[in-house]
């Protein structure tokens, strides 16, 4: 058999890989590229839409298994990679952010910015490149959780300033932006005002992602901030308790008003580990996260359970997933990463297939 009839066997091979998110093979996708065969010596990357997808050793396992099974084939060797592509940008501001995800609850205190600074670095951890915004204006708590001093930013040119960096995440805090331990006092337009900079003031550089901690409730910094930056969708973080639901619905119909995209519900403090018997204790009331997803028909993204290391983490600047990376809390961030990074893939799909099924229309 010739290299080339090898090569077409071998696409034909991956054409039955689906990428279980996307419902589409590889191949259709445009992953399978620089692919070489030469004798039996088969080399190929597989080229993802993010570095966090969860399925990355899945699909990596079964390409090899299914090249190798073709006759002809002595060695393959599969290379993972990722290039995260863009949302959709309709207004012009943070033109070199791909995508933006926002994190809201409707209730305060229910962890939050908890979730987004782990969720933030856990697509660092995975490759990507990003940024974490805290505009919660009237209780910034990003540079405590990160250990970052409260100073000014570096000013750039065209009035634009640098965000601080932390174990590899670009940061912006509402804090900085005030003298330490002062409280931000803002009365409506000087709102607009702060939330504009953070739009465009600030000099972001290339980013994969920025992760967005928006404050409590379905305020004004909330309409402003959804309605003026080009989201990419909104993640909705509520506790197990009734008061909670009932407040993140609110946050979820918010989200639905204003048309940005729900990357789905995450469940915080839904169960606690004990040490001596390894299971889950579902203490408050179990499952009320997974109803709420259900009745809107958006993803559940992930329970987190309740550990005193997430606490330590926050307090001392070392976020528990970079403290304990194994412990049961950091194992869902981590999966919670992956789970917004390929709703925020599959989003990106649908919007392909608009404008391919509008290009077809407007081809007749
Ligand atoms: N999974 C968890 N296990 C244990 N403690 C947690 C967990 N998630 C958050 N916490 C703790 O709960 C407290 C509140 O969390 P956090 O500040 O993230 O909430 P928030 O929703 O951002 O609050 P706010 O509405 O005030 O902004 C913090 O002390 C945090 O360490
Ligand atoms: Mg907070």
Not at 22 to 38: P, T
Not at 261 to 269: A, D, K, R, T
């Amino acid at each position: 058999m010739s290299d080339q009839q090898l090569q077409e066997k071998i696409i034909a091979a991956l054409k039955t890989v689906q990428d279980p998110d996307l419902h589409k093979d590889i191949v259709s996708l445009g992953f399978v590229k620089n692919m070489k065969v030469e004798g039996g010596s088969v080399s190929y990357d597989v080229e993802l839409t993010t570095p966090a997808c969860p399925v990355k050793e899945q699909l990596k396992t079964e390409c090899e298994t299914k090249t190798q099974a073709i006759e002809g084939v002595t060695s393959v060797s599969v290379n993972m990679t990722a290039v995260v592509r863009s949302s959709e940008h309709s207004q012009p501001i943070l033109t070199g952010v791909k995508n933006i995800i926002a994190v809201a609850s409707g209730k305060g205190g229910v962890g939050k910015s908890t979730v987004a600074t782990n969720l933030a670095l856990a697509l660092k951890l995975s490759g990507a490149s990003v940024g974490l915004m805290d505009a919660d204006i009237y209780g910034p708590s990003i540079p405590q959780m990160l250990g970052i001093p409260i100073t000014p930013p570096k000013g750039g040119p065209d009035n634009k300033f640098f965000p601080h960096e932390k174990y590899g995440l670009k940061v912006v805090s509402a804090a900085f932006l005030t003298k330490q331990g002062q409280p931000l006092m803002l009365r409506g337009p000087m709102l607009g005002g702060i939330i504009q900079q953070f739009l465009q003031n600030v000099d972001w550089g290339e980013l994969d992602y920025l992760v967005i901690d928006l404050p409590p409730g379905t305020g004004d910094v909330q309409l402003t901030l959804t309605q003026r930056a080009p989201l990419s969708g909104a993640v909705v973080v509520t506790t197990p308790q009734e008061v909670s639901l009932i407040d993140a619905d609110k946050g979820v119909k918010m989200f639905q008003q204003v048309k940005v995209p729900l990357l789905g519900i995450v469940e915080n403090m839904s169960y606690f580990v004990c040490d001596g018997c390894d299971k889950k204790h579902y203490i408050f009331k179990s499952g009320g996260g997974k109803t709420l997803a259900e009745t809107f028909k958006i993803p559940f993204l992930a329970e987190i359970p309740i550990v005193g290391e997430v606490v330590e983490g926050g307090d001392s600047g070392t976020p528990v997933i970079l403290s304990h990376p194994e412990s049961p809390a950091s194992m869902a961030y981590k999966e919670l990463a992956g789970q917004v990074a390929a709703q925020v893939s599959i989003n990106q799909l649908k919007e392909d297939k608009a404008e391919s099924s509008f290009d077809l229309a407007w081809k007749g």
